[in-house]
């Protein structure tokens, strides 16, 4: 029988840094003095779910629970993608690099290529 944990573990982790790569770049567009302030909301919105101790679905739940935090976090970027510029990825990334050891940069383009 294979053991799916590892698989399971990889994809938490993945999603992981999507979502901690997300949020840094909602998070430096809000303070970029181009971002406007119905944009400002969207980020705030976004990011009051993300840190909001009850949501559809908990975060104790594996998988599930960062997933839900990912699809609003996407909709909110993905709404606000014309103010994610070049200086605000490179924050971003910058950012990520001091948080993680060595991101996968897969991962980030696969941020960066839905923007």
């Known amino acids: 029988m294979i053991n799916p944990i590892p698989y399971?573990?990889?994809?938490?982790?993945?999603a992981s840094v999507q979502l901690v790569?997300?949020?840094l770049l909602m998070v430096y567009a809000y303070?970029?003095?181009q971002t406007p302030p119905?944009?400002?909301?969207i980020i705030l919105g976004a990011l009051a779910y993300l840190l909001a101790p009850?949501?559809?679905?908990?975060d104790?739940?594996?998988f599930l629970g960062l997933t839900d935090d990912l699809g609003v976090i996407s909709f909110g970027l993905v709404t606000i993608a014309c103010y994610i510029n070049?200086?605000?990825r490179s924050k971003a990334r910058l950012k990520l690099s001091s948080i993680l050891k060595e991101p996968d940069p897969k991962l980030l383009d696969a941020v960066?290529?839905?923007l």
């Open 8 to 14: 399971i573990i990889k994809n938490i982790k993945n």
């Open 86 to 88: 070049d200086d605000v």
């Open 31 to 33: 303070q970029s003095a």
């Open 21 to 23: 790569y997300s949020v």
């Open 38 to 41: 119905w944009a400002k909301r």
């Open 54 to 58: 009850i949501d559809s679905i908990p």
């Open 60 to 62: 104790l739940t594996p």
């Open 112 to 114: 960066d290529s839905k």
